[in-house]
């Protein structure tokens, strides 16, 4: 049999390879096909093989392909993946609803299916984590949190009893959700914690506790401020730069000129919030909305700093 090379059947305008399983004949190498097998023929001037006259033989038996076929396939498919991730970032980062993408990132409901599986599989957090394993400078971490305002669609409370709910609680201006953030001393995030909007900072610290990296020094506000959490640090060798609560008998003292350098997490908030599907809050279950927040984090702070 005459193979033909797949690059034969790439449409020059649009790049695209439109080929299903089989591999490619002459009229004359298709004389010795076997019952399970047949021809799709492809005239000449047709979209998918413009210039040349050619036929694919298909199995019905879908269990074997050539490698031509194979090469084809591969492209075709690393090609729609890459769409299909600019597509993702374009909706989160414009607070787009999933219909509304511009339709050269493929199907919408292709975008959508493809979030939520890569969300399922937790890819977004391990590239994160990933990127902040490598590359971060940990010697001084810093910690805050800020509360995110939750849509009309993401603000109903949790429906059984005993279940966590969408993470979402009424606080002065509404239902919202409260996002934790550890970062390095260059404001880039390490971590992501998330808990409804009217819990305390202190008591929200206890989950990010036992996963903080090694450091030096951590510098946080007034909203810290507790023994435990101090007595938690130096246990793990990190000198605590977090300012005293007016409610203390006893002033603590802290390094004030170090203390200054806390504002570069609040620029990581502000610079996050740019994108529009976490500057608000539209989704409803909040691993979802999680996701969200480490695209954002790995897209600004990992990829393009």
């Not at 392909?65 to 090469?71: H, K, N, Q």
């Not at 970032?89 to 609803?97: A, D, Y």
């Not at 819990?199 to 929200?204: F, T």
């Not at 000129?257 to 504002?263: A, G, I, P, T, V």
Request: aromatic share 10%; charged share 25%.
């Amino acid at each position: 049999m005459a193979d033909v090379e797949w690059r034969r059947f790439q449409d020059a305008r649009t790049g695209k390879v439109m080929l299903g399983f089989g591999y490619a004949m002459t009229i004359d190498a298709a004389q010795g096909l076997t019952p399970d097998e047949h021809i799709n023929a492809m005239p000449r001037g047709a979209d998918l093989a413009t210039g040349f006259t050619s036929y694919v033989g298909e199995r019905r038996a879908r269990g074997t392909t050539w490698p031509m076929t194979s090469e084809a396939a591969t492209f075709k498919a690393v090609r729609n993946q890459r769409g299909s991730a600019s597509g993702i970032i374009f909706v989160n980062r414009n607070g787009l609803r999933w219909r509304d993408a511009p339709w050269e990132y493929g199907p919408h409901k292709t975008l959508y299916n493809r979030w939520k599986r890569w969300d399922a599989m937790g890819i977004f957090t391990r590239m994160m984590d990933g990127l902040a394993a490598g590359k971060a400078e940990p010697r001084t971490i810093m910690i805050d949190a800020t509360c995110v305002k939750a849509h009309r669609t993401a603000s109903k409370p949790a429906a059984k009893k005993g279940d966590p709910g969408r993470l979402t609680g009424r606080a002065k201006g509404g239902m919202n959700t409260k996002l934790h953030a550890v970062t390095d001393q260059n404001g880039r995030p390490l971590n992501f914690f998330m808990t409804a909007g009217p819990i305390s900072d202190y008591m929200d610290v206890a989950a990010l506790a036992d996963s903080l990296p090694a450091a030096q020094w951590m510098l946080g506000d007034r909203g810290y401020d507790a023994d435990w959490f101090r007595d938690a640090l130096e246990a793990k060798g990190i000198r605590p730069c977090i300012s005293g609560r007016k409610s203390r008998g006893k002033p603590v003292k802290y390094d004030k000129r170090k203390y200054k350098r806390r504002n570069r997490i609040e620029i990581m908030f502000g610079r996050l919030k740019d994108w529009r599907r976490v500057a608000t809050r539209y989704d409803r279950c909040p691993t979802v909305f999680f996701s969200a927040i480490c695209l954002a984090a790995t897209v600004m702070f990992w990829l393009w700093s």
